[in-house]
């Protein structure tokens, strides 16, 4: 089954758990290719450049988004931009692949515009609010004013989740972990 050019999207509060279950999805899935976003914000000690995101200055980033680089782009939070450029997609495609998007639900609803039924997009649900704040506090990467930021911002973009085509909710790890992947097994193959 000829299954080029699909892409598959995941949305979610901060602390939701997407990142776990795309690279869960990355890893057994060989054509599945992580769409690197550029970003703003500055890189955390457990990333890479390049891998995780383009870190990019505001200065840079506002030159892209002149240039016409970036399918969608959003100011997630002040001064921080994130975006998805065009150019990885092109290359994910080249090497036919299908791409994987972890987005925030107002870019994942822009890019589902764009491309229509060739894209899949899923919102990961947290246990509970309560729990979201729990793990979003057990992160150290955060600073206590971006910290109350994500808190805004994720109790914000709960109320997203029916606007799209799945919603996983990240309960018991291991039965998210399987719906992602009968999840993508379905959207990819009918299956
Ligand atoms: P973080 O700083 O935790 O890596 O990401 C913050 C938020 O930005 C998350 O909701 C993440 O999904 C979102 N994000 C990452 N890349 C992009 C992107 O290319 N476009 C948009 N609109 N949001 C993104």
Redesign the pocket.
Known sequence: MDITGKLLL?????GSG??TLVHHLLKIHPRLKF?V???T?PM?ETEKNGV??HFLSVDEFKKKIEANE?V???E??KD?F????KSEIEKIWMNNGIAV????????L?MKKIFGDRLLSVFVMPPSVDELHNRLRTRN?ETAASFEA?IA?SEH?LTYAFRFDQVIKNDQLEDALADAERIMEKFLYNS
């Open positions: 995941f949305c979610g509060p901060s997407k990142t769409s976003s550029a970003t914000r955390r995780d995101y970036f969608e782009w959003e997630v939070y921080r994130y975006g998805t450029l998007f972890d987005v925030d639900v107002e870019g994942g822009k990467s994500r911002k973009e």
